[in-house]
């Protein structure tokens, strides 16, 4: 069977903005994760799934417009022609703190440098490293 | 709220909104008494001032630690060129009193923490989320539920803006949608035109708020897709066991 994934903010960034998948019939909302942590690795499990596994209690996924939390959470069975969404929480809007555009862009250089220094290295992920560092900064 | 009467300019600055069936001039009475807090002078609260002071509001503090940047201004528009390195608070309430003089601005060059957060927005009717981070949004949601005022959230990621008016006692809280703090993501792409959408909607809730007309979100989170142009809702529940609003806390 057939469901459609639609991704919005962070997970749009990952997955893009919607994504066919075909699992076994019967298949539930957990298989649907596991098969989207499988095509997409590390930079979309980290931002849907906590350390056990669970679906992150600020992420929101829904199965036709319902809320899962309302249904079965990961457990809710899915069917042919399903479509289901992933909102993960967004947090823009105001000022900025602290960084410029001149500490963005010498954070940039030095991922891009820290980027071909690890590119081999398989469990290298750009954007956590980029993330932590304009963070300590 | 104490009621100011409107003076003869008042009713012709505002004679098309004054024409609004359910606004009219008792509307525009409680606008002009009333009092918004909005937080943060960044893309949502550049658009959400300049749209409360040109409708009216009686009273808007301006709340913003921050200065002028380059990298701000594809969305702040109360920011020029020639602020930059000017506090945001500076910048605003100079535009903001060319706009609608008749509006009292009070600017406040301060960061919003769980000490002085109650004192800044005690006596208002309405809190603007104009936010970048969710550390300071969850310190008002909780300080507003705990005053009993409205706080409308806003946020952006992107192509996309999200709305939720929180009405304390009524609606989902702000953490019975995101229950525990997620990852700060710094430097988020944006374009301007987002936060407007955003900001420009925040402003009708506000409106809504003060005036009594209509109905604000209740329980949904609006979704503003602006990549593909549909707007999205999602029912958020009131979580009983919620630390701010729960029942069951």
Redesign the interface.
């Known amino acids: 069977m057939n469901v459609k994934v639609r991704a ?3 997970i ?2 990952v997955i893009g ?1 919607s994504v066919n998948v075909t699992l076994q019939e019967g298949a539930d909302v957990e298989r649907l994760l596991d098969e989207l942590v499988k095509l997409y690795g590390k930079s979309f499990s980290e931002r849907i799934l906590d350390e056990r596994g669970e679906l ?3 992420v ?1 996924l ?1 199965v036709n417009g319902r ?1 899962v ?2 249904l079965k959470g990961l457990r809710t069975t899915l069917k042919d022609g399903d479509e289901v ?1 992933l ?11 602290g ?3 001149r500490a ?1 862009q010498e954070l940039d250089f030095l991922v891009e440098i820290l980027s071909y220094a690890l590119i081999e290295h398989p469990s290298f992920d750009r954007k956590e490293t980029y ?1 932590a560092s ?2 300590a900064s | 709220m104490i009621n100011i009467e409107l003076t003869a300019q008042d009713l012709e600055r505002y004679d098309r909104q004054i024409r609004l069936p359910n606004l009219g001039v008792e509307g525009q009475r409680k606008l002009k008494s009333a009092t918004v807090i909005v ?7 550049c658009i959400s001032s300049i749209y409360l002071a040109v409708a009216g509001v009686g009273r808007l503090i301006l709340i ?3 200065k002028v ?4 201004l594809n969305r702040q528009i109360l920011h020029w060129d020639k602020d930059i390195g000017r506090y ?1 608070v500076d910048s605003a309430m100079e535009k903001l009193n060319q706009i609608n003089p008749t509006v009292e601005l009070c600017g406040l060059i301060k960061e919003i923490n769980e000490e002085n957060v109650k004192e800044l927005i005690r006596g208002s009717n309405v809190v603007m ?6 550390r300071t ?1 969850f310190i008002l949601n909780k300080a507003c539920h705990e005053l009993g005022i409205p706080f409308i959230h ?5 192509l ?1 803006g ?1 709305l939720m008016t929180i009405i304390p006692g009524k609606t989902p809280c702000l953490q019975c ?4 703090p ?7 792409p ?1 374009l301007g035109a987002i ?1 407007a959408v ?1 900001a420009g909607l925040q402003v009708v809730e506000a409106v809504k708020i003060i005036t009594g007309m209509g109905e604000t979100t209740g329980s949904n ?1 609006v ?1 503003i ?1 602006g ?2 142009m549909k707007f ?1 809702i ?2 958020v ?1 009131r979580n009983e066991s919620c630390p701010i609003c729960g029942i069951k806390k």
């Open positions: 919005y903010a962070t749009r960034d903005a992150l209690p600020y929101k829904l809320d939390d309302f969404a909102f993960p929480p967004v947090g823009g809007g105001g000022f900025e703190r960084a410029g555009l963005a993330f304009s963070e | 937080a943060g002078l960044g893309g949502l609260g913003d630690k921050e940047e380059l990298s701000n945001k989320d104009g936010m970048d981070n969710f949004r806003a946020a952006i990621y992107g996309e999200r949608l995101i229950p525990t997620p990852r700060e993501v710094k430097l988020l944006v936060p955003t989170l979704i897709d990549e593909f999205d999602i029912k529940a």
